[in-house]
C-alpha cells in the first residue's frame, strides 16, 4: 500500500540518515531537501530512489561528509569552485546563494562547480532564479561515465548529460530539464533493475550494443544514443551533449582527460537579469505570448492538451504538498537496511 508522509518528516527522515552517516547536518538538510523536490517535482528516479547509493557512496569515502570547497577564480560576476566530492546538493545551495546575490548588480552571473557529488534533480534547481524574474542555465555531467555514443559512432564517449532553463512569465514558468541522450542513465539503470524495456523498442534510437546493433533495454551495459527521436537524427543530441560538456567539463576544468572515477559531476549555471537587456516587462510579455501560443495549438490526436515544460512538475508539487508525498513501496523496502544500520525509523504516514 502506497503510504503519503508530510514534505517535513520526509526532509527530516534523510537528513537524519545522512546524519547518522556523520555528515554535518547542514549539507544534510541540503541533500535531503533535493531528495524530497526530486519525489515532489515527480522525477523519482532521483529521489528517495537513489538514497541508498548515496548512503552507499558515504560508507565508501566517494561522497563527503564535511569539508570545504576552493575558490578558483572570483572576477566578481564570474566565479569558479572546486571541491572533493562534496554533496552536489549543498555545493548547488551555496552557488545558488551568491548568484542570486549578484545577478542583480551584474546582469549576468555565471559560476561553475567542479568535482562535486551528484546534484541530483536539475529541475528543483530553477525556480529561486524564476521567482526573482531571472532567467537560468544549467548543465551537469559526469566526466567518470560513458554511456552515450558519438553521433555515428559504437563506442561510449560521453553521458546523458542533462541540461536545464527556468524562464519567468507573468504565471507558471517554463522549466525545461532533459538530457542530451535519449534517456538519463538513472532511466536505464531502472529498466534493468526490473528486467523491463521502454515503451518503445530500441530499435527507434534507444541503446545500442558495443558492436552498434540495436540492444534491449533491460541490458545492463548502457549504450543508448544522442536525442534525435531516430538514429539518423541523433546528430542533434549530439551537438547538445558536446554543448554540456564543453560549458561544464572544460569551463570548470574537470573533465575526461583526467580519466576520473564515476562520482564526480561537474556544474555550469548562469543566471541572466532581463532588466540588464530591453527588461523584465518585454520580456514576460514575449514570453507570455509564446506561451500562451504553444498552449493554444490544437492537440494532435490522443493528446489532450499542450502542455509548457515544467507544468506537470509544479503541479504534481503543489498537489503533494497539499495531500502528502507518495513514496514506493518498492523503494521504502530498498531503504529497510539503511533504516536499520543507522536506527532510523520511517516517519508516520498522514491519513
Same mark, same amino acid.
Request: glycine fraction near 10%.
Given at each position: 500500500?502506497?503510504?503519503?508522509?508530510?514534505?517535513?518528516?520526509?526532509?527530516?527522515?534523510?537528513?537524519?540518515?545522512?546524519?547518522?552517516?556523520?555528515?554535518?547536518?547542514?549539507?544534510?538538510?541540503?541533500?535531503?531537501?533535493?531528495?524530497?523536490?526530486?519525489?515532489?517535482?515527480?522525477?523519482?528516479?532521483?529521489?528517495?530512489?537513489?538514497?541508498?547509493?548515496?548512503?552507499?557512496?558515504?560508507?565508501?569515502?566517494?561522497?563527503?561528509?564535511?569539508?570545504?570547497?576552493?575558490?578558483?577564480?572570483?572576477?566578481?560576476?564570474?566565479?569558479?569552485?572546486?571541491?572533493?566530492?562534496?554533496?552536489?546538493?549543498?555545493?548547488?545551495?551555496?552557488?545558488?546563494?551568491?548568484?542570486?546575490?549578484?545577478?542583480?548588480?551584474?546582469?549576468?552571473?555565471?559560476?561553475?562547480?567542479?568535482?562535486?557529488?551528484?546534484?541530483?534533480?536539475?529541475?528543483?534547481?530553477?525556480?529561486?532564479?524564476?521567482?526573482?524574474?531571472?532567467?537560468?542555465?544549467?548543465?551537469?555531467?559526469?566526466?567518470?561515465?560513458?554511456?552515450?555514443?558519438? &553521433? #555515428?559512432?559504437?563506442?561510449? !564517449?560521453?553521458?546523458?548529460?542533462?541540461?536545464?532553463? @527556468? $524562464?519567468?512569465?507573468? =504565471?507558471? %514558468?517554463?522549466?525545461?530539464?532533459?538530457?542530451?541522450?535519449?534517456?538519463?542513465?538513472?532511466?536505464?539503470?531502472?529498466?534493468?533493475?526490473?528486467?523491463?524495456?521502454?515503451?518503445?523498442?530500441?530499435?527507434?534510437?534507444?541503446?545500442?550494443?558495443?558492436?552498434?546493433?540495436?540492444?534491449?533495454?533491460?541490458?545492463?551495459?548502457?549504450?543508448?544514443?544522442?536525442?534525435?527521436?531516430?538514429?539518423?537524427?541523433?546528430?542533434?543530441? &549530439? #551537438?547538445?551533449?558536446?554543448? !554540456?560538456?564543453?560549458?561544464?567539463?572544460?569551463?570548470? @576544468? $574537470?573533465?575526461?582527460? =583526467?580519466? %576520473?572515477?564515476?562520482?564526480?559531476?561537474?556544474?555550469?549555471?548562469?543566471?541572466?537579469?532581463?532588466?540588464?537587456?530591453?527588461?523584465?516587462?518585454?520580456?514576460?510579455?514575449?514570453?507570455?505570448?509564446?506561451?500562451?501560443?504553444?498552449?493554444?495549438?490544437?492537440?494532435?490526436?490522443?493528446?489532450?492538451?499542450?502542455?509548457?515544460?515544467?507544468?506537470?512538475?509544479?503541479?504534481?508539487?503543489?498537489?503533494?504538498?497539499?495531500?502528502?508525498?507518495?513514496?514506493?513501496?518498492?523503494?521504502?523496502?530498498?531503504?529497510?537496511?539503511?533504516?536499520?544500520?543507522?536506527?532510523?525509523?520511517? %516517519?508516520?504516514?498522514?491519513?
Amino acid at each position: 500500500m502506497t503510504q503519503r508522509f508530510t514534505v517535513a518528516a520526509l526532509r527530516a527522515f534523510a537528513a537524519d540518515m545522512l546524519v547518522r552517516m556523520d555528515m554535518d547536518a547542514d549539507m544534510a538538510r541540503a541533500m535531503a531537501a533535493r531528495i524530497v523536490d526530486a519525489e515532489l517535482y515527480g522525477h523519482r528516479t532521483h529521489g528517495f530512489a537513489f538514497l541508498p547509493a548515496y548512503l552507499d557512496r558515504i560508507e565508501k569515502g566517494v561522497l563527503a561528509r564535511s569539508g570545504r570547497y576552493e575558490v578558483l577564480s572570483d572576477r566578481g560576476s564570474v566565479f569558479a569552485w572546486r571541491c572533493e566530492r562534496l554533496p552536489g546538493a549543498w555545493m548547488m545551495e551555496k552557488a545558488t546563494a551568491e548568484l542570486l546575490a549578484r545577478t542583480p548588480g551584474h546582469g549576468v552571473a555565471t559560476a561553475t562547480i567542479a568535482n562535486c557529488s551528484h546534484i541530483g534533480c536539475l529541475q528543483t534547481y530553477l525556480l529561486p532564479f524564476t521567482e526573482k524574474g531571472l532567467v537560468v542555465t544549467l548543465a551537469v555531467t559526469n566526466p567518470g561515465i560513458a554511456s552515450v555514443a558519438p &553521433f #555515428g559512432g559504437a563506442d561510449p !564517449v560521453l553521458t546523458s548529460n542533462p541540461m536545464a532553463y @527556468g $524562464y519567468p512569465t507573468s =504565471g507558471v %514558468p517554463v522549466l525545461v530539464d532533459q538530457s542530451t541522450s535519449v534517456g538519463s542513465n538513472a532511466l536505464f539503470a531502472g529498466y534493468a533493475a526490473r528486467g523491463g524495456a521502454p515503451a518503445r523498442p530500441v530499435a527507434a534510437g534507444w541503446r545500442r550494443q558495443s558492436n552498434g546493433r540495436p540492444e534491449r533495454a533491460q541490458r545492463i551495459a548502457a549504450r543508448h544514443h544522442p536525442a534525435g527521436g531516430r538514429p539518423d537524427f541523433g546528430y542533434k543530441g &549530439f #551537438g547538445f551533449g558536446i554543448a !554540456v560538456e564543453a560549458l561544464s567539463l572544460a569551463l570548470s @576544468g $574537470y573533465g575526461r582527460a =583526467g580519466k %576520473p572515477d564515476a562520482f564526480g559531476q561537474s556544474v555550469f549555471i548562469q543566471a541572466m537579469d532581463p532588466d540588464a537587456f530591453a527588461g523584465r516587462a518585454a520580456f514576460v510579455a514575449e514570453m507570455d505570448h509564446l506561451v500562451a501560443a504553444c498552449r493554444n495549438s490544437r492537440p494532435r490526436p490522443g493528446v489532450e492538451r499542450v502542455r509548457v515544460p515544467g507544468e506537470r512538475a509544479l503541479a504534481s508539487k503543489a498537489q503533494q504538498e497539499r495531500d502528502g508525498v507518495t513514496v514506493a513501496p518498492a523503494t521504502l523496502a530498498k531503504l529497510q537496511r539503511w533504516m536499520q544500520r543507522t536506527d532510523v525509523s520511517l %516517519p508516520g504516514g498522514i491519513a
